[in-house]
């Protein structure tokens, strides 16, 4: 079965710092990966994912992650923090089975942006 | 722009009562799952339908959780009795399809609460 990890369940930065979540996932087969944000009491919402092709992945506010195989990570980065990027973030990978696929979540990590 | 619905979003109960959770997907998408989050956890799928045809209920607690899409578009998913362990935010999402590249759209949930 494929599994996340996520490395740290909290993580602090300043407000203009870089933004650095650890991803590491076990997979039998090249993975689609996934990096999913959520706001306190919202659901889930989709930052990026890798699915095969470029190996960095562009998301959505500023966010980008690097595929890569040989360390089986997926890291999500963002070069500036903004105080609206304080969330829960989870990485996610889906698993393809005969009767469709499944996404296994990691852990989370809880983002804290400091002024 | 199109967005998975869910209600109620809060939902206090005591335990040993049924409740139930309706959840409407974007239209057009075929594939519904309905996931647990434990506060502080990632989501676990419970239950994954294709158009009305459960194709993953594997963590589904079968002896009081049940969910049903009968026309293949909107679900619901029920517990009864309700237990203490079963407070939890229950997500419902779609997809155009089950395969795993495709984005999976999330509601924002039901926060269950059993006293």
């Known amino acids: 079965a494929q599994s996340v990890t996520q490395l740290g369940s909290h993580v602090s930065v300043s407000e203009g710092a870089l933004v650095l979540l650890r991803c590491n996932y076990s997979?039998?087969?090249?993975?689609?990966l996934f990096w999913y944000v959520q706001y306190p009491n919202q659901g889930l919402q989709l930052l990026l994912k890798?699915?095969?092709?470029?190996?960095l992945v562009k998301g959505i506010n500023g966010f980008e992650a690097e595929f890569k195989k040989s360390e089986t990570s997926f890291h999500l980065t963002k070069p500036s923090a903004h105080m609206s990027d304080a969330a829960e973030y989870f990485c996610?990978?889906?698993?393809?089975?005969?009767?469709?696929?499944?996404?296994?979540f990691g852990e989370g990590t809880q983002l804290t942006v400091n002024p | 722009e199109a967005e998975v619905a869910q209600s109620p979003r809060y939902k206090i109960t005591e335990k040993s009562q049924a409740v139930a959770f309706w959840c409407d997907p974007i239209?057009?998408?075929?594939?519904l799952y309905w996931y647990r989050q434990i506060l502080g956890q990632g989501p676990e799928l419970l239950v994954q339908?294709?158009?009305?045809?459960?194709?993953?209920d594997s963590q589904l607690p079968k002896d009081r959780f049940s969910a049903e899409r009968l026309k293949g578009v909107d679900s619901t998913l029920k517990i009864q009795p309700a237990e203490l362990g079963d407070s939890a935010m229950y997500l419902c999402?779609?997809?155009?399809?089950?395969?795993?590249?495709?984005?999976?759209?999330f509601g924002p949930g039901t926060r269950l609460t059993v006293l």
């Open positions: 999402a779609s997809s155009l399809v089950g395969q795993g590249y495709n984005e999976q759209f």
């Open positions: 997979s039998s087969v090249p993975p689609y």
């Open positions: 890798y699915t095969s092709a470029a190996t």
């Open positions: 996610a990978v889906s698993e393809e089975r005969a009767s469709g696929s499944r996404l296994t």
């Open positions: 239209s057009g998408h075929a594939t």
């Open positions: 339908f294709q158009d009305e045809s459960v194709v993953d």
